[in-house]
């Protein structure tokens, strides 16, 4: 693992999830997958450029599977199907450094000049979530840490109301934020800021997840 997972509140929404739909699959992109599927892996997959970039990119930092529903159990071991297969994980031939598929300046990832890069395994699971018709979660996870462009710790001004858990990559605070709580452990005036951007990004997510279910 390269992150922490903290329970911020009780994780009832996301089981009631896994026990009614049969596994949940949350993401925090709005991407999609076509910008992040090599050539090789597309070929794998059986579909062409185009109709990746209909397909919505998901970062798998939350998946739940209930192996009492057909569906989810196909979904997993299909994943773990590519992830052996020495090819679709990977993205690219043996000859190169994993490296090259954080990006595509040299044509090694796709010869799409569209494409950014290739990203394993969550790359893999969006192909899958896309053929199983699965709905992707938007409400209950937060992550509260990223990196920027220039590989600087990036994090998060809130935590929406809904937020069961949060992830951060940033593990060398591991015991900081063993006691990370809803509000991000802020005090004062710093606290009732982050209590307005959380309430302002609940809406946010509450009008995204909206929106998805409409499509």
Excluded at 28 to 51: H, P, Q, V
Excluded at 83 to 100: C, H, K, M, V, W
Excluded at 200 to 212: P, Q, S
Aim: aromatic letters at 12%; glycine letters at 4%; proline letters at 2%.
């Amino acid at each position: 693992m390269d992150s922490n997972m903290i329970c911020i509140r009780k994780p009832v929404t996301i089981f009631k999830k896994i026990i009614k739909d049969g596994y949940y699959i949350s993401s925090s992109y709005t991407t999609k997958m076509g910008y992040w599927c090599s050539d090789i892996a597309l070929e794998n997959f059986g579909i062409d450029r185009e109709t990746s970039f209909k397909i919505t990119e998901v970062n798998p930092s939350y998946v739940g599977i209930n192996t009492q529903n057909s569906i989810a159990v196909s979904l997993l071991n299909e994943w773990n199907k590519y992830a052996l297969d020495g090819i679709t994980f990977r993205g690219i031939p043996q000859n190169y450094p994993l490296s090259e598929t954080n990006k595509n300046d040299k044509g090694i990832v796709s010869k799409d000049s569209r494409v950014k890069g290739h990203r394993h395994d969550q790359t893999a699971i969006s192909f899958l979530i896309w053929k199983y018709r699965l709905k992707i979660s938007y409400m209950e996870t937060k992550n509260i840490q990223s990196l920027t462009a220039t590989k600087e710790n990036k994090y998060s001004k809130a935590i929406p109301l809904t937020t069961e858990i949060v992830q951060n990559r940033d593990i060398k605070f591991e015991d900081y934020y063993k006691t990370y709580n809803k509000w991000g452990n802020k005090k004062g005036l710093d606290k009732i800021r982050f209590i307005i951007l959380s309430l302002i990004d609940t809406i946010r997510f509450e009008t995204k997840n909206i929106v998805y279910k409409l499509k």
